[in-house]
Every structure is written in structure tokens, then in C-alpha cells.
């Protein structure tokens, strides 16, 4: 469904200001937001096309602007002398701060804003009756004005809620929350999280739920995310404010970490177990391969068809019932006794509400079903993010991902994901392993002044990714080690994977220094 291009109730929304901060708002009546030195209510943006700029009027309404786009742009370019290409001769140096250069008084300020003169003329006024503002540089004269009509004229516009405006948000809020995520970070990790429509994918996030709405605003309702959360509860804090409908809510699942560390523990020690049984088999059925691989694969056969029919689907059990409407018809005590206090009205009002939340609730997955569709199913994508032990939960969501599925981890920090990248490498259950850092500073582009920014963040965080592989593939050497400790021989070239190469060079080393020869 396509979503409303102007503001509506009980929407968040992001207010851009013009002094370059941000602020998440919600449209709600009794809500307030500041603006300048006033607050106002939130309940004025109702009905703003998003993208829209507004400033506020010498009454102190917010009014939209026709045709602007840039907050700080000045209102009063004829203020300005026109820019002729040369070098202004004025300068700053022999100002000083005396609070003196203004002939305007304060009190003459405030006498005409309340004769409802607007923030132009007033602006101009300031401007003529300053004493400095002549011998200022065309630059000064310009900052000069933007600060004033950030002063007298602040402007906002007004974002919808999304990925990129959240996580620029949240990095300026208070970016230790979201681990240090910036907007160029969680762009990686979506792409080589390989996240799109009808993914099923795997997900550990401490930030917030900002990764989490990123996912599901990727998914767009049309896939499933199992969010696996530490402590007792999921901090979904940001999903809420992505503003996303029943649909999309719908795909998003919690489940415990802790589960998924016993549910990965007990598949390890099945796959274990079944890998030793089956070698124990094939020493026992060297004489006879033939007679014994029929008779293996007959027995597979039999153990698939076995398996399929004991594994089925749980039964669905919500606070001990098997159905809904048994669910529906068991009424506490205490909720009947809150009925009894309330008119009949009030009553019917109360059930209806206790059966729409019980009727969510028995919608929602259990714990059993997670872990049923876990096993049977897997996922496609493994995506990890915020201040857990890269190494510890994915060696404990590995064993969900199904072959050629997709792994991103970002951390903060590189020591973790390189320890996780050699551990991986030694196991070989992955390939195309890879660790990342994006760079990003932001610059100012104007005319004669095009400089970066003097204030910025050095980095933002670290992005592992990887693809599984459909079977372990170790690395040579660690071959060799093993089949040396069982008393197998051992190709010499299997011992020194870099013989094969040695050779290879000294062969070349007298061609290679006759042609420097020859070239001096």
C-alpha cells in the first residue's frame, strides 16, 4: 500500500531545523516540539507535505514556503553586494567584541515583532543600523545573516521516518546506543546482508532495533526476521518509530538467545552423532561396496521416511490452552471483578479490547513453532549487529543458515571480527570472507569555500561478511596435521602447500635476473 505523502495522526516524523539538528516528533495532541527559543504543538504539522519547508511568521505560526529548499538560505539576498569574481579587500581583524557595533535596542526589536513586522524588515533593519556590517567580508556578511534568520526566522522541514533519516538521528543523538552505526555502515550491511523482499534471515541486534526496522522496511511484509534478543526483552525502541503497518509488523519474530544457543548446542551434537555412526558403517562395509551402498541407501531412505513422519508440527499451546476459543472463555477473577465496577458500556469495551489482544497473542509464533521452522527450514541470511560477541553468536546461529546463505557482522571494533575471520578460516564452513570500513566525511560546497567539515567521526564501525559453504573446507595444512596423527602418508606437497610455488619460483629466478640484465 503506498504510503501518505503528507503528515497524519499518531505518525512520527523527522524536524530538520535550521541550525542542523534533528529531532524525532510525534503527532499527537499534548505532544510539544522546540523550535528556535518556542515550543510548538505537534499537532500544527498535521497535514505537511513531506519534504515541505516551513518558517515560522512574526505572529509565530508555522508557515510553508513555496519553492524554497534550502533551510539556510537567506531570505534577503538583496542585503548583499552583487558578487563580482574579486577579492573583497574587507576584514575581520580589527573588530572587537564590545556589544556596541548594534544601534538597535533590544526593547525596538521586540516593539516591532509585536507590530507584526516581519523577519525580513527586521533583519534589514539590523543589518543597516549595525556599525560593522559594511566593513564585513561578503563570507562574514552571509553567516552574519543566516545566524540572524535562524534568530528571527528559524525554518524546518519536515522528513518521514525511514532508514537513513533514523540512523542520522540516532549517530547525533547519542551514537553509543546504536554502537557507533552510521548511515553508511547500515547501507553495507543490508547489501551484503543480501536483505530483499521474501528473505527469511536471522537476526541479532542490540541497537536499538535500528537493523531491525532497516530489515523489515527492506522485506516491505514479504519475508520473516527472527530477531534473537539478550536479556528478558527485545529493545525495539526504533521500530516504532519507522511508522510500519500491521503487515510488515507481522514478519518480525522474537525469540530468546538463549534458545537459539540450546537449539544450536543440541543440532551440533545430532549432526555429530549421525556423522559417527555413518563412518563407523563404512569400515565396517569395505568388502561388499556394492551390496552395502544399496543397502545404506535403502536404510537412509527408511530413516528419511521415519524422521518425517515423527517430526511434525507442535501443537500450538498459549498459556496452556490448545485453541482459541478456549483461550477466549477462560475469564481471570480479576478481570471479572473490574467488570463488575464498570457500567455496561465500559464492559463491552473492556472484552473487546482483552479479545483483540488475546486474539495477537494467539497469533503470534511460540517458542516450539520458532524452533520447529529453525531446523526444518533454516534461514537465508545471518545478520549481526551492536555489542555482542561476534564469535559466540555466530558460532551459535551458524548451524540455522542454509548453504550459500549470507553472513554480515558489524562490531565497532576490528579485533573481534579479525579472531572471528581466522577462526572461520581454520574451520572453512565459509568462503569470500571479508572485513570492511567505510570512510565518510561530510564537506561544505560553496562558492570559494569548499572545504570538509572541521568537526567529524574518524570511523564507523567494522563490517565482516562471508557466504557459507555447503560442507566444511579446512585449509590444506590443517588436512595434512590430521592425517598425519592417524599414521596416513602425507604428499609432500599436502605438508608444504607453498613448495609447489617454491619450485615454480626457483625456476624462474635465473630468467628473471637476466631480463633486469638486459634492460640495464
Known sequence: MAQEEVVSQKEYVVVEQSRGSFSIVRIEKGRNFRLG??????????????????QVDPKGKLQPLEGVRDLDEVAMPAILPQKTG???????????????????????????????????????ALAENSATFAQKTEFSKEKWLKRKQQKYAPRLRVHRTNAMTLCGVYFEKNNEKVSN?????????????????????????????????????????????????TGQAANLDAVQRFNFSPDVMDTLVTL??????????????????????????????????EENAAAAAAAAAAQEEENAAEEEKPQKLVNGHSTLESLLNEIPDGFKTRLEDLSPEEANAAIERRKVRLEKLWNRPTLAEIEFHLRRYFVDSLVIAGRVNPSQAFWAAEPFLKPAGTVVIFCEVLEPLVELQEEIRNHGCCTCLQISSAWSR??????????????????????????????????????SKRRAENGDEVDDKDADPQAEGAEAGDDEKPARKKRRTSET
Open 256 to 289: 530468546p538467545l538463549s534458545l537459539l544457543v540450546s537449539m544450536s548446542k543440541s543440532l551440533r551434537e545430532e549432526s555429530d552423532g549421525t556423522a559417527k555412526k555413518t563412518g563407523d558403517a563404512d569400515e565396517e562395509d569395505k568388502k561388499d561396496d
Open 86 to 124: 574579486d577579492v573583497d579587500e574587507g576584514g575581520n581583524a580589527a573588530f572587537q567584541d564590545t556589544n556596541t557595533a548594534q544601534r538597535l535596542t533590544e526593547d525596538e526589536i521586540a516593539k516591532m515583532r509585536e507590530q507584526g513586522v516581519g523577519s525580513a524588515a527586521i533583519i534589514q
Open 181 to 229: 552505526l552510521r548511515s553508511d555502515a547500515l547501507a553495507q550491511v543490508l547489501a551484503y546482508g543480501n536483505v530483499c523482499s521474501g528473505q527469511q534471515i536471522l537476526l541479532i541486534d542490540t541497537c536499538m532495533g535500528l537493523v531491525t526496522g532497516a530489515i523489515m522496511e527492506r522485506l516491505g511484509g514479504d519475508g520473516c526476521i527472527f530477531h534473537a534478543y
Open 37 to 54: 527559543n518556542r515550543n510548538f504543538p505537534c499537532w500544527k504539522l498535521l497535514g505537511v507535505r513531506y519534504g515541505s519547508v516551513l
Open 442 to 479: 561530510a564537506y561544505q560546497v560553496l562558492p570559494k569555500r569548499t572545504h570538509p567539515e572541521m568537526h567529524m567521526n574518524a570511523d564507523g564501525g567494522y563490517v565482516f561478511s562471508a557466504v557459507k559453504l555447503l560442507e566444511p573446507n579446512p585449509p590444506k595444512s590443517v588436512d
